[in-house]
């Protein structure tokens, strides 16, 4: 069975982007497993997970109400990037901020996409 969002670019980079951030919170202090491992690991779960709630909705609202909530979680991962370079618990990023910005133009052009099918319908 295909499901839609599977076949989406943007929760494909957004999977990566999970990855991405699981293989670099692992090398951070164990005392940070309740406190920046685990806040950077929800926001980056939260991204694909929010863009396919947003496709299996019906109401182009729904939609781009659930695609606006996954760019919140980006850009909140991006200031856990920010910090886990500033703490010095990761020096090499620049990985995870191309997929971020990658994922972030995706995101929009599918907000974008949704906007233009609500004032068309």
Do not use: C
Not at 15 to 33: D, G, N, T
Not at 37 to 44: C, I, L, N, W
């Amino acid at each position: 069975m295909s499901r839609a969002h599977h076949n989406l670019v943007v929760w494909q980079q957004a999977i990566a982007l999970v990855k991405a951030v699981y293989a670099l919170s692992e090398r951070f202090p164990q005392s940070e497993i309740y406190g920046l491992t685990s806040q950077m690991r929800r926001a980056a779960i939260s991204i694909p997970a929010n863009i396919a709630e947003g496709v299996g909705r019906n109401g182009v609202k729904d939609r781009i109400r659930f695609f606006v909530i996954a760019r919140g979680s980006l850009t909140e991962l991006d200031t856990y990037i920010v910090l886990a370079r500033e703490l010095a618990y990761a020096q090499d990023t620049a990985v995870i901020d191309e997929i971020i910005d990658r994922v972030f133009g995706l995101i929009g052009g599918l907000i974008n996409a949704e906007r233009r099918k609500g004032a068309a319908g």
